[in-house]
């Protein structure tokens, strides 16, 4: 396993689609295996691809504090869907930050819950609901 580096904003493979994942392979599973390292010693709590260079739908999320999915999971060709967003500004409590904007943080209003559709390592679709800072979470990332 290696740490990656993380790539900043500007970087061309952030602001360019990712690609839909076809091969689940050896070369996949290092990927991933290398991403949580990263994410690990960044620290943070999720990582998408393109934030270590590659342009492919895959993230991961290492997150205990929540009941709804393993502590630590990937999602591989990820699905979105969430609740409206409750009207308003965002507060100080909805500061967010992000490994490729070292530094700085934002406040974004995000919705409360979210339904994450994705396929797991190995291919097999799976589906997580979630709420508070998990769905917050998988927004980021997604």
Known sequence: MAILP???SGEPVLHRPAEVVTEFDEALKTLVDDMFETCEA???VGLAAPQVG???RIFVWMYEDQEDAPARGVAINPELWIEPIEPGLP???DLEGC???PGERFELSRSNRALLRAQDINGEPFEIETSGWFARIMQHEF
């Open 54 to 56: 590659v342009g492919k």
């Open 99 to 101: 490994l490729s904007f």
């Open 42 to 44: 960044a620290p943070g």
């Open 91 to 93: 507060g100080e409590e």
């Open 6 to 8: 993380i790539v900043i």
